[in-house]
């Protein structure tokens, strides 16, 4: 999956604290995880897509994974979401 999967009009959230949260709430469909974020932040986040077998895909970068949800602003994080 690319990052196409994220723009125009999709459900998405970006962040580490969104992402989370929509892992939690189970609406999360694919983890999109910057190559050069911190582990800090991308680590529980990729153990939390094996525990509930969620795809995720890396992505080479904050600024392109920033890009891709429309911020100008680079992101570790984002998820496409469903309710």
């Known amino acids: 999956m690319s990052l196409s999967a994220l723009k125009g009009d999709v459900q998405r959230v970006v962040g580490m604290k969104e992402t989370t949260r929509a892992l939690q709430k189970n609406i999360a469909k ?38 891709a949800c429309g911020i100008q602003a680079g992101a570790a994080v984002a998820a496409t979401i469903e309710y």
């Open 30 to 67: 694919i983890i999109f995880v910057a190559k050069d974020a911190d582990a800090k932040i991308t680590q529980p986040i990729l153990e939390e897509c094996e525990k509930k077998n969620i795809p995720y895909n890396i992505v080479e970068s904050m600024q392109a994974l920033g890009k």
